[in-house]
């Protein structure tokens, strides 16, 4: 069974800084691009980033750029966020999710998701 | 980017009734369109991917159709677990964009 459990979110002051990652099980993790999708309190789905299967192709959502930074370790199944200069619009729970390995950008599997709070 | 308008916002509905969700893009998408399931507190489920395939696993009660701008998700005869928030999603242009939702809510 495909696991996704994402961890690090929290309460932290803007401009400050977080790193969430994700711990996968369940599948061959080096063998799958992986994405972060972020939905706001009481707003829609927003993708963030993804990372392809080596770490060597990375892509932000324009609002991320230069901010955002996703890296990945094949040795241990995981993929991680770090997030600087955190803004109030970055409040949000922040999923990890598989995409398809057929169809880039379809999100196959997601975690239950971490919050992150940016608020002085 | 693709702007994704799903209407309506809220649907409410009787067990065993059927759904019908819309989504509208901005521009077209082909058939690159997706559609997910979300309920609070737990992971969103990939439901339909290129606009009429059924993921692993989704019950055939749930069926998508449409091509270019329009596209429809259809829920049979809704079963007590299928209320929830549902979300169109489009691959055809970069960045990938959601839609804003529709509720289907127990009447």
């Known amino acids: 069974e495909v696991q996704l459990v994402e961890s690090g979110g929290g309460l932290v002051q803007p401009g400050g800084s977080l790193r969430l990652s994700c711990a996968a099980s369940?599948?061959?993790?080096?063998?799958?691009?992986m994405s972060w999708v972020r939905q706001a309190p009481g707003k829609g789905l927003e993708w963030v980033a993804n990372i392809n299967q080596d770490g060597s192709v990375k892509y932000y959502v324009d609002s991320v750029k230069g901010r955002f930074t996703i890296s990945r370790d094949n040795a241990y199944d995981s993929v991680n966020l770090q997030m600087n200069s955190l803004r109030a619009e970055d409040t949000a729970v922040y999923y990890c999710t598989r995409e398809s390995s057929s169809s880039d950008y379809y999100f196959e599997n997601w975690g239950q998701g971490t919050l992150v709070t940016v608020s002085s | 980017e693709i702007v994704l308008t799903q209407s309506p916002a809220t649907l409410s509905l009787s067990p065993g009734e059927g759904a019908t969700l819309s989504c509208r893009a901005s521009q077209s998408v082909s058939r690159f369109l997706a559609w997910y399931q979300h309920k609070p507190g737990q992971a969103p489920r990939l439901l339909i991917y290129?606009?009429?395939n059924r993921a692993t696993g989704i019950p055939a009660r749930f069926s998508g159709s449409g091509s270019g701008a329009d596209f429809t998700l259809t829920i049979r005869s809704l079963e007590p677990e299928d209320f929830a928030v549902y979300y169109c999603q489009q691959r055809s242009n970069w960045p990938p964009t959601f839609g804003g939702g529709t509720k289907v809510e127990i009447k």
């Open positions: 369940g599948f061959n993790f080096k063998s799958y691009w």
């Open positions: 290129d606009a009429s």
